[in-house]
Protein backbone atom coordinates (compact mmCIF):
# COMPACT_ATOMS: atom_id res chain seq x y z
CA UNK A 1 0.00 0.00 0.00
CA UNK A 2 1.36 3.61 -0.94
CA UNK A 3 2.10 5.98 1.97
CA UNK A 4 -0.48 8.60 2.34
CA UNK A 5 0.79 12.17 0.84
CA UNK A 6 0.51 14.79 3.64
CA UNK A 7 0.91 17.23 0.60
CA UNK A 8 -1.62 15.89 -1.69
CA UNK A 9 -4.88 16.12 0.13
CA UNK A 10 -7.28 14.45 -2.49
CA UNK A 11 -8.86 17.76 -3.32
CA UNK A 12 -12.20 16.19 -4.48
CA UNK A 13 -13.06 15.46 -1.09
CA UNK A 14 -12.14 18.73 0.44
CA UNK A 15 -14.98 21.09 1.09
CA UNK A 16 -17.42 18.90 -0.18
CA UNK A 17 -21.09 19.51 0.91
CA UNK A 18 -23.44 16.78 0.81
CA UNK A 19 -27.47 17.94 -0.49
CA UNK A 20 -29.47 17.13 2.73
CA UNK A 21 -32.62 14.84 2.08
CA UNK A 22 -35.92 14.57 3.77
CA UNK A 23 -36.79 11.09 4.11
CA UNK A 24 -40.57 9.82 5.87
CA UNK A 25 -43.99 7.45 5.71
CA UNK A 26 -46.71 9.58 5.11
CA UNK A 27 -50.49 9.88 7.30
CA UNK A 28 -51.02 7.37 9.88
CA UNK A 29 -48.73 4.76 8.09
CA UNK A 30 -46.78 2.58 10.50
CA UNK A 31 -44.64 0.72 7.40
CA UNK A 32 -41.41 1.19 8.47
CA UNK A 33 -39.04 -1.53 7.08
CA UNK A 34 -39.07 0.47 3.63
CA UNK A 35 -37.89 3.75 5.61
CA UNK A 36 -35.01 2.06 6.99
CA UNK A 37 -33.72 0.34 4.01
CA UNK A 38 -34.37 4.39 1.70
CA UNK A 39 -32.32 5.72 4.45
CA UNK A 40 -29.07 3.37 4.52
CA UNK A 41 -29.33 3.41 0.50
CA UNK A 42 -29.52 7.10 0.15
CA UNK A 43 -26.88 7.88 2.84
CA UNK A 44 -24.95 4.80 0.88
CA UNK A 45 -25.14 7.14 -2.06
CA UNK A 46 -23.55 10.50 -0.84
CA UNK A 47 -26.58 12.20 0.92
CA UNK A 48 -27.03 13.30 4.48
CA UNK A 49 -30.80 12.11 4.96
CA UNK A 50 -33.07 13.58 7.32
CA UNK A 51 -35.27 10.31 8.72
CA UNK A 52 -38.42 11.27 10.31
CA UNK A 53 -39.70 8.12 10.62
CA UNK A 54 -43.08 6.62 9.99
CA UNK A 55 -46.64 8.25 10.83
CA UNK A 56 -45.26 11.55 9.16
CA UNK A 57 -47.39 15.19 8.26
CA UNK A 58 -47.16 16.74 5.55
CA UNK A 59 -45.80 20.03 7.77
CA UNK A 60 -43.38 17.73 9.76
CA UNK A 61 -41.68 17.08 6.43
CA UNK A 62 -41.91 20.82 5.31
CA UNK A 63 -40.40 22.08 8.37
CA UNK A 64 -37.66 19.73 8.33
CA UNK A 65 -36.63 20.49 4.91
CA UNK A 66 -37.01 24.53 5.67
CA UNK A 67 -34.77 23.86 8.55
CA UNK A 68 -32.19 21.92 7.04
CA UNK A 69 -32.19 23.55 3.52
CA UNK A 70 -33.16 20.32 2.19
CA UNK A 71 -32.96 19.48 -1.64
CA UNK A 72 -36.01 17.06 -1.63
CA UNK A 73 -38.30 15.64 0.28
CA UNK A 74 -39.08 11.63 -0.30
CA UNK A 75 -42.45 10.69 0.71
CA UNK A 76 -43.34 6.72 0.99
CA UNK A 77 -46.48 5.60 1.59
CA UNK A 78 -47.60 1.80 2.07
CA UNK A 79 -50.56 1.40 3.30
CA UNK A 80 -53.17 2.78 0.26
CA UNK A 81 -54.20 5.86 1.57
CA UNK A 82 -51.38 7.92 -0.35
CA UNK A 83 -53.97 9.79 -2.54
CA UNK A 84 -55.63 11.47 0.43
CA UNK A 85 -52.10 11.87 2.50
CA UNK A 86 -50.53 13.18 -0.56
CA UNK A 87 -53.49 15.90 -1.61
CA UNK A 88 -52.20 19.72 -1.85
CA UNK A 89 -48.52 18.68 -0.51
CA UNK A 90 -46.81 20.99 -3.26
CA UNK A 91 -49.36 23.73 -2.64
CA UNK A 92 -48.37 23.64 0.99
CA UNK A 93 -44.64 23.37 0.20
CA UNK A 94 -45.08 27.13 -2.29
CA UNK A 95 -47.49 28.33 0.86
CA UNK A 96 -44.45 27.76 3.06
CA UNK A 97 -41.86 29.04 0.76
CA UNK A 98 -40.18 25.96 -0.96
CA UNK A 99 -40.12 27.19 -4.62
CA UNK A 100 -38.04 24.85 -5.89
CA UNK A 101 -37.92 21.51 -3.19
CA UNK A 102 -38.13 18.00 -4.95
CA UNK A 103 -41.34 16.38 -4.17
CA UNK A 104 -40.51 12.61 -4.85
CA UNK A 105 -43.07 9.77 -3.62
CA UNK A 106 -43.02 5.72 -3.97
CA UNK A 107 -44.27 2.90 -2.31
CA UNK A 108 -47.77 1.31 -2.49
CA UNK A 109 -49.63 4.56 -3.39
CA UNK A 110 -52.97 3.57 -4.05
CA UNK A 111 -55.59 0.35 -2.94
CA UNK A 112 -55.24 -2.68 -5.33
CA UNK A 113 -53.89 -3.10 -8.61
CA UNK A 114 -54.33 -0.19 -10.23
CA UNK A 115 -52.10 -0.02 -13.37
CA UNK A 116 -48.74 1.83 -12.58
CA UNK A 117 -48.89 4.57 -15.05
CA UNK A 118 -52.45 6.05 -13.94
CA UNK A 119 -50.66 6.25 -10.69
CA UNK A 120 -48.40 8.01 -11.79
CA UNK A 121 -49.90 10.68 -13.54
CA UNK A 122 -52.67 10.92 -10.66
CA UNK A 123 -49.39 12.05 -8.52
CA UNK A 124 -47.99 14.20 -11.04
CA UNK A 125 -50.97 16.15 -11.48
CA UNK A 126 -50.71 17.05 -7.58
CA UNK A 127 -47.01 18.19 -8.24
CA UNK A 128 -44.83 15.31 -7.47
CA UNK A 129 -41.90 15.60 -10.08
CA UNK A 130 -41.05 11.81 -9.69
CA UNK A 131 -43.22 8.77 -9.10
CA UNK A 132 -42.03 5.10 -8.47
CA UNK A 133 -43.93 1.46 -7.29
CA UNK A 134 -42.74 -0.66 -4.80
CA UNK A 135 -40.12 -2.83 -7.07
CA UNK A 136 -38.26 0.73 -7.97
CA UNK A 137 -34.32 -0.16 -9.04
CA UNK A 138 -33.31 2.30 -5.83
CA UNK A 139 -29.97 3.07 -7.90
CA UNK A 140 -31.86 4.21 -10.31
CA UNK A 141 -33.59 6.30 -8.12
CA UNK A 142 -30.45 8.02 -6.88
CA UNK A 143 -29.54 8.79 -10.02
CA UNK A 144 -32.25 10.94 -10.94
CA UNK A 145 -32.47 12.29 -7.76
CA UNK A 146 -28.62 13.65 -8.51
CA UNK A 147 -29.84 14.63 -11.93
CA UNK A 148 -32.63 16.73 -10.93
CA UNK A 149 -30.87 18.32 -7.81
CA UNK A 150 -27.86 19.37 -10.69
CA UNK A 151 -30.72 20.75 -13.07
CA UNK A 152 -32.83 22.11 -10.40
CA UNK A 153 -30.11 24.04 -8.19
CA UNK A 154 -27.15 23.84 -10.27
CA UNK A 155 -23.84 24.89 -8.62
CA UNK A 156 -26.24 27.06 -5.76
CA UNK A 157 -24.36 26.60 -2.38
CA UNK A 158 -25.89 24.89 0.53
CA UNK A 159 -26.90 27.90 2.20
CA UNK A 160 -30.83 28.78 2.71
CA UNK A 161 -32.61 32.05 0.88
CA UNK A 162 -29.56 32.65 -0.93
CA UNK A 163 -31.82 31.99 -4.22
CA UNK A 164 -35.29 31.31 -2.90
CA UNK A 165 -35.02 27.78 -1.62
CA UNK A 166 -36.77 28.85 1.70
CA UNK A 167 -38.14 31.75 1.01
CA UNK A 168 -40.69 34.01 3.43
CA UNK A 169 -44.16 33.30 3.44
CA UNK A 170 -45.53 35.42 0.73
CA UNK A 171 -47.11 37.75 3.01
CA UNK A 172 -43.80 37.98 4.90
CA UNK A 173 -41.37 38.65 1.65
CA UNK A 174 -38.64 40.84 2.06
CA UNK A 175 -38.44 44.46 -0.09
CA UNK A 176 -35.05 42.79 -1.44
CA UNK A 177 -37.50 39.69 -2.42
CA UNK A 178 -40.24 41.32 -3.78
CA UNK A 179 -37.63 43.84 -6.62
CA UNK A 180 -36.38 40.23 -7.92
CA UNK A 181 -37.85 38.39 -10.85
CA UNK A 182 -39.44 35.20 -10.42
CA UNK A 183 -36.85 32.28 -10.66
CA UNK A 184 -38.70 29.27 -10.26
CA UNK A 185 -37.26 26.18 -11.51
CA UNK A 186 -39.73 24.09 -14.11
CA UNK A 187 -40.96 21.06 -13.10
CA UNK A 188 -38.76 17.91 -13.85
CA UNK A 189 -39.53 14.52 -15.03
C1 LIG B 1 -44.97 -5.95 7.18
C2 LIG B 1 -46.31 -5.39 6.75
C3 LIG B 1 -47.10 -4.80 7.73
C4 LIG B 1 -46.65 -4.62 9.17
C5 LIG B 1 -45.71 -3.41 9.23
C6 LIG B 1 -44.67 -3.57 10.33
C7 LIG B 1 -43.59 -2.53 10.24
N1 LIG B 1 -43.09 -2.17 11.38
O1 LIG B 1 -43.21 -2.08 9.19
C8 LIG B 1 -48.02 -4.42 9.88
C9 LIG B 1 -48.56 -5.76 10.34
C10 LIG B 1 -48.01 -3.47 11.07
C11 LIG B 1 -48.89 -3.92 8.74
C12 LIG B 1 -50.06 -3.23 8.94
C13 LIG B 1 -50.89 -2.85 7.90
N2 LIG B 1 -50.76 -3.18 6.59
CO1 LIG B 1 -49.16 -3.98 5.85
N3 LIG B 1 -47.86 -4.96 4.99
C14 LIG B 1 -46.73 -5.45 5.39
C15 LIG B 1 -46.04 -6.18 4.21
C16 LIG B 1 -46.31 -7.69 4.40
C17 LIG B 1 -44.55 -5.96 4.05
C18 LIG B 1 -44.11 -4.47 4.02
C19 LIG B 1 -42.60 -4.44 4.00
O2 LIG B 1 -41.96 -4.30 5.04
N4 LIG B 1 -42.03 -4.61 2.79
C20 LIG B 1 -40.58 -4.66 2.60
C21 LIG B 1 -40.03 -3.25 2.26
C22 LIG B 1 -38.53 -3.33 2.05
O3 LIG B 1 -40.63 -2.82 1.06
P1 LIG B 1 -41.53 -1.51 0.93
O4 LIG B 1 -42.16 -1.20 2.25
O5 LIG B 1 -42.43 -1.71 -0.23
O6 LIG B 1 -40.50 -0.32 0.61
C23 LIG B 1 -39.72 -0.32 -0.56
C24 LIG B 1 -40.44 0.22 -1.83
O7 LIG B 1 -41.82 0.43 -1.67
C25 LIG B 1 -39.71 1.49 -2.19
N5 LIG B 1 -40.21 2.76 -1.68
C26 LIG B 1 -41.07 3.05 -0.68
N6 LIG B 1 -41.21 4.35 -0.54
C27 LIG B 1 -40.45 4.95 -1.47
C28 LIG B 1 -40.22 6.30 -1.74
C29 LIG B 1 -39.33 6.63 -2.77
C30 LIG B 1 -39.12 8.06 -3.09
C31 LIG B 1 -38.65 5.61 -3.50
C32 LIG B 1 -37.69 5.96 -4.56
C33 LIG B 1 -38.89 4.26 -3.22
C34 LIG B 1 -39.78 3.96 -2.21
O8 LIG B 1 -38.43 1.32 -1.61
C35 LIG B 1 -38.56 0.62 -0.36
C36 LIG B 1 -37.26 -0.07 -0.05
O9 LIG B 1 -36.94 -1.04 -1.02
C37 LIG B 1 -46.79 -5.58 2.98
C38 LIG B 1 -46.92 -6.52 1.76
C39 LIG B 1 -45.71 -6.42 0.88
N7 LIG B 1 -45.29 -7.56 0.43
O10 LIG B 1 -45.19 -5.31 0.64
C40 LIG B 1 -48.16 -5.25 3.60
C41 LIG B 1 -48.97 -4.11 3.01
C42 LIG B 1 -48.09 -2.94 2.70
N8 LIG B 1 -49.87 -3.78 4.11
C43 LIG B 1 -51.07 -3.48 3.71
C44 LIG B 1 -52.12 -3.07 4.56
C45 LIG B 1 -53.48 -2.89 3.90
C46 LIG B 1 -51.93 -2.89 5.92
C47 LIG B 1 -52.98 -2.44 6.93
C48 LIG B 1 -53.89 -1.29 6.46
C49 LIG B 1 -53.78 -3.68 7.30
C50 LIG B 1 -54.94 -3.43 8.25
N9 LIG B 1 -56.14 -3.56 7.73
O11 LIG B 1 -54.74 -3.11 9.39
C51 LIG B 1 -52.12 -2.03 8.14
C52 LIG B 1 -51.75 -0.54 8.10
C53 LIG B 1 -51.25 -0.10 9.43
C54 LIG B 1 -50.70 1.29 9.32
N10 LIG B 1 -51.26 2.21 10.08
O12 LIG B 1 -49.77 1.55 8.58
C55 LIG B 1 -51.21 -3.59 2.22
C56 LIG B 1 -51.30 -2.24 1.51
C57 LIG B 1 -52.27 -2.33 0.36
C58 LIG B 1 -52.27 -1.18 -0.60
N11 LIG B 1 -51.43 -0.20 -0.50
O13 LIG B 1 -53.02 -1.26 -1.50
C59 LIG B 1 -49.96 -4.46 1.84
C60 LIG B 1 -49.38 -4.18 0.44
C61 LIG B 1 -50.43 -5.94 1.91
C62 LIG B 1 -51.43 -6.27 0.83
N12 LIG B 1 -51.01 -6.90 -0.25
O14 LIG B 1 -52.58 -6.02 0.95
N13 LIG B 1 -48.35 -4.28 7.55
Known sequence: MQPENPSNPKPEFKNMEKDT????????DCHSVGNKILELFFTNEG?????LGVMVSQQEFINAAIETNARAILVSSLYGHGEIDCQGFRDLCLEKGLDRILLYVGGNLVVGKTPFEIVEEKFKKMGFDRVFPPDVDLKKAAELLKQDIKERFGSDTHTPQDKGQARQ??????EEETR??????????
Open 21 to 28: IILGVIGA
Open 47 to 51: FKVVN
Open 169 to 174: PDNQES
Open 180 to 189: KPETKAPRVG
